[in-house]
């Protein structure tokens, strides 16, 4: 795939040096970064909404929302380096990663506060909204702050999603990538 947008070639001033080696920790920029550095306004605006330091909300609760986000967005891209750098650390197997691409909140392999995690990305994407049920059986668990970083994962990973797939952008040499779906027999 070509991207419809050439990356920029770096060097870059100073602070954007310093926000990609601290979240790339070495390795080459993703082309999403690259691509946005096209524009530093926009780079800096973007790099500014991110959502991935040690905020209100447990790594796995964090990576089930952003993953199934984009993975009902359909961005491989997204998903994939996300998997790649956190699926792991955040404890997700190979079936609950297939159920987040394939699956929902019903399939076997969550656990009940998982589903409900996997029921909001799911609600947010389908409805822009999250019924009061639900809205009820996470604020058991999560206050008002983590609550609104919820919400807001969900709308920023839309927004990655929709930068990633129009862009066009090629998936990551090391990420993950989609997994097949289950064949079922007949």
Not at 66 to 72: K, P, Q, V
Not at 73 to 95: I, K, M, P, T
Not at 98 to 106: E, Q
Request: aromatic share 6%; glycine share 6%.
């Amino acid at each position: 795939m070509t991207a419809r947008i050439a990356p920029a070639a770096g060097p870059f001033p100073p602070d954007v040096e310093a926000a990609l080696a601290a979240v790339m920790r070495g390795r080459p920029p993703l082309v999403l970064f690259t691509t946005l550095l096209r524009d530093l306004r926009l780079a800096r605006k973007f790099f500014a909404g991110s959502l991935l330091d040690r905020g209100h909300l447990a790594l796995r609760e964090r990576e089930l929302v952003i993953l199934r986000t984009t993975a009902r967005c359909g961005s491989e891209y997204e998903w994939g380096v996300h998997v790649a750098a956190f699926g792991a650390r955040a404890g997700l197997d190979e079936a609950q990663c297939r159920s987040l691409v394939h699956g929902g909140a019903a399939d076997a392999c969550w656990s009940e506060d998982d589903r409900d995690l996997v029921a909001l990305a799911d609600a947010m994407h389908q409805q822009c909204d999250v019924e009061e049920p639900l809205w009820q059986r996470l604020r058991r668990r999560f206050g008002e702050e983590a609550m609104l970083e919820l919400l807001l994962l969900g709308g920023f990973y839309r927004t990655v999603s929709l930068l990633t797939n129009a862009l066009r952008l090629p998936l990551e040499a090391d990420a993950a990538r989609f997994p097949a779906a289950e064949a079922h027999p007949s």
